[in-house]
């Protein structure tokens, strides 16, 4: 097996879906990928016949992405995808930022010398598929890296919860492929100095990247979600 199938099958246990977890997880693609814009209404019977399957489950998972936030119900019901406001996205960065400085103290001192080199040899993975110009590869190795090889090792899987929901709802994945292909090399150099932080156990240090990262993804948050 390749480095690559070994990454991106890490964590990962088959489980039974239903038709509605699959519906939820179509359209939550949808809205992350930028397929389904921000109030964009979402119609029930329409998504039901692309999706193949019946209304039923379809409007389960759209109660669901309520409840999760992703979408809103108006007074009449329709289903809008919700569109944040500048101070929802700044107190839910503020957010991330808390939990993630947090976690990477954790990942300091708990991630194994070997977890470090399987996370070196996804970053050098990521640097080489940047420079071929494979960005659809760069964000999946990229959330490889951050949330198995890195917020894994935090050993508190309530934490990396909570920073994955939190990832998945402002980190969409084109405004992540945006700021990769605008400006990859400086993603890439954060990268490496998150690592080499680990590598030295120094928590001050990677508190500061994990900080530089985040006023990087904020501002290009600002500039493309509205």
């Known amino acids: 097996m390749n480095s690559s199938a070994s990454l991106i099958n890490l964590g990962k246990t088959p489980q039974r879906r239903t038709r509605r977890d699959e519906a939820h997880d179509r359209i939550l693609r949808g809205i992350l990928e930028g397929e389904f814009l921000p109030r964009e209404r979402l119609v029930p019977s329409r998504l039901a016949e692309q999706l193949g399957t019946?209304?039923?489950p379809v409007r389960e998972a759209l109660q669901q992405l309520e409840v999760e936030g992703y979408v809103t119900a108006d007074?009449?019901?329709?289903?809008?995808v919700k569109d944040h406001s500048a101070k929802e996205v700044q107190e839910f960065y503020e957010l991330r930022e808390a939990l993630e400085c947090g976690a990477i103290e954790l990942v300091c001192e708990r991630i194994s010398?070997?977890?470090l080199q399987e996370a070196r040899r996804c970053h050098e993975e990521m640097t080489e598929a940047a420079r071929e110009g494979d960005f659809d590869r760069v964000l999946e190795l990229n959330a490889i890296f951050?949330?198995?090889l890195i917020y894994g090792e935090a050993r508190n899987?309530?934490?990396r919860s909570m920073i994955r929901s939190l990832r998945n709802?402002?980190?969409e994945k084109r405004l992540i492929k945006v700021s990769m292909i605008e400006d990859w090399e400086k993603k890439m150099g954060q990268?490496?100095?998150l690592l080499e932080a680990l590598e030295k156990r120094d928590r001050s240090?990677?508190?500061?990247?994990?900080?530089s990262h985040f006023a990087t993804a904020l501002e290009v948050q600002k500039r493309w979600a509205h």
């Open 157 to 159: 899987e309530r934490l």
């Open 113 to 115: 010398d070997e977890r």
């Open 205 to 211: 240090l990677a508190r500061e990247v994990v900080r």
């Open 54 to 56: 019946s209304r039923t």
């Open 169 to 171: 709802r402002f980190l």
């Open 75 to 80: 007074n009449g019901r329709a289903v809008l």
């Open 191 to 193: 990268h490496e100095r």
């Open 146 to 148: 951050h949330m198995e």
